[in-house]
Nanobody
Framework: QVQLVESGGGLVQAGESLSVSCMASGNDRIESMAWFRQAPGKQRELVASITWSGKTYYSESVKGRFTISGDSAKNTVDLDMNTLRPEDTARYFC?????????WGQGTQVTVSS
């Protein structure tokens, strides 16, 4: 079992920056971590991911504005979000992929006002 603890998020104005962080702890081997987001009335979508071999992925909507980084020794992942837009408003969920299961955090709210 793995527990994910998220931090960060909050309310900012359009154009500003914000970061969210996540730490995974437990007894499963974590292979990769990611951030998803879900806006009201919309499906949860992958924002960015990172593997412990160094590969990263960004959705087209955040490419060039968001940066994901992680520490495989600590099983932590950070998402630095720059030039935020109102359409980035969503609940952001941390995900950790273990050997057998996917684990999810409770989510942290990011709200961008125009």
């Amino acid at each position: 079992q793995v527990q994910l603890v998220e931090s960060g998020g909050g309310l900012v104005q359009a154009g500003e920056s914000l970061s969210v962080s996540c730490m995974a702890s437990g007894n499963d081997r974590i292979e990769s971590m990611a951030w998803f987001r879900q806006a009201p009335g919309k499906q949860r979508e992958l924002v960015a991911s990172i593997t412990w071999s160094g590969k990263t992925y960004y959705s087209e909507s955040v490419k060039g504005r968001f940066t994901i980084s992680g520490d495989s020794a600590k099983n932590t992942v950070d998402l630095d979000m720059n030039t935020l837009r109102p359409e980035d408003t969503a609940r952001y969920f941390c995900n950790a992929r273990g050997e057998t299961y996917d684990y999810w955090g409770q989510g942290t709210q990011v709200t961008v006002s125009s």
